[in-house]
Structure formats: C-alpha cells, structure tokens
C-alpha cells in the first residue's frame, strides 16, 4: 500500500513539475507585432480613386482567432474591346481571338440593330453590340461576356471595408450594404467572385474600400 502510495505521489508531482514548466514558458513567449508592407507608389497611381470588375483567384490568412488577418488576391478586369472597323469588315474565314487560345473563324455574319450576328464554323454564335465609346463587345448567344485581364495583385482586406451585397435577384432596388464578417464568410465558402458579379474600389491611397457583389445568373 505504501508503494502504491509512493508511485501516486511521484506521477502527482511529475504532472505539477509538467504544468509549472507550461506555465513559464508561456510566460515567458512575448507577445508578437504583425508588421505590413507600405503600399507601392506605383500602384497607387495605378489604382487610387478606381473601380475594376474583378476576381478573387485566392485568399491567405495570418494569425488566428481575433488577431487573424487576410488577404486576398484579385485579377482586375476589362470587357474585351475591339476596333470598330476590324469587326465591321470581318469577312467569312477571318479569325477573331478573344484571348490567346481563345477565337473563332468566321462562317457567317449579319447586321443587327446594334452591330453584328457572327456564327462560327459550329454554328456558335456571338453578338457584337457597338459601345458608346465607338468599339465592339461580345456576348454568346447565352450572355456570356468576355474578360481581358488588366493585372493581379495582393492586397489587404480591412476590416472596415464596405460590402454592398446586391446578389438577391429580388431586390432591385439597391445593394445591400453589410460588413468585414459577411464578406469573408463567401469567401471561406469559397463564393466564385468573378468580373461579371463583382467590382471593387480603392481609395486615394489604393486602399480597397469597397466590394460590390452584384447578381449574376452564373452565382
């Protein structure tokens, strides 16, 4: 009985020895600044003041719990444009390229009320609608745009960030304008933020300020 008493006070002792050395290196661990880049200048001048549809290609984070802090990277977008004249005077067997790999030959083409009907050799067919500002865009035959990739960068997402969320096609009337909490919970459930459903904006100093999710039938 006394050796088993022995053995308990030993292993009772080993554990309290254990949770003291616990407790001291705790203590002992300072505790940790988070210190961030200054924004480029560069792109500053690139973005300050703007809006880009975009997408979101990725999401890191760094810390945990209250100290979490995110980053997103986004490819800032523009609707493919081409020149007026190059696709009033496309003929049947000249190729229009949307992005490298991407084209179509022409087999067939039609004027329309605001441009052109083409069909390509499998009978697709794109809509190009002339622009207020002279060029062509194109859509599918099922409203599917075309994008051109402008640049991709990695920036902060702050904690007071707007985002208006304007994705409920039952609302029409305006954004509804939420927060940091909401914005991330899409993102963690890894909601496809694509140029056709989202637009974001920087401030003067090429802050992100804004995230505008809009409707799209592709959600």
């Known amino acids: 009985m006394k050796k088993v008493s022995t053995i308990l006070s030993a292993i009772l002792c080993a554990i309290l020895i254990a949770c003291l050395a616990v407790s001291a290196c705790a203590e002992e661990i300072p505790s940790s600044n ?19 549809e975009a997408s979101v290609t990725r999401k890191d984070c760094f810390g945990q719990d209250e100290d979490a802090f995110y980053t997103i990277t986004i490819t800032a977008c523009e609707e493919t444009r081409f020149e007026a004249k190059d696709i009033e005077e496309a003929k049947e067997r000249d190729i229009i390229a949307f992005a490298p790999g991407e084209a179509i030959v022409v087999m067939e083409k039609e004027a329309s009320e605001f441009g052109f009907h083409i069909k390509d050799g499998f009978s697709d067919e794109y809509i190009f609608n002339k622009t207020e500002d002279g060029y062509y865009v194109a859509r599918t035959d099922t409203d599917n745009m075309f994008y051109t990739e402008v640049f991709t960068v990695t920036i902060p997402l702050g904690k007071d960030i707007r985002f208006l969320d304007w994705s409920d096609p039952e609302n029409l009337e305006a954004p509804i304008e939420k927060g940091y909490d909401d914005l991330l919970d899409l993102l963690l459930k890894d909601t496809n933020f694509a140029p056709y459903n989202t637009k974001v904006t920087f401030d003067e100093n090429g802050k992100l300020v804004e995230f505008l999710y809009n409707y799209s039938p592709w959600n």
């Open 34 to 52: 988070l210190y961030k880049p200054v924004v480029s200048e560069t792109f500053k001048t690139l973005v300050a003041g703007k809006s880009f």
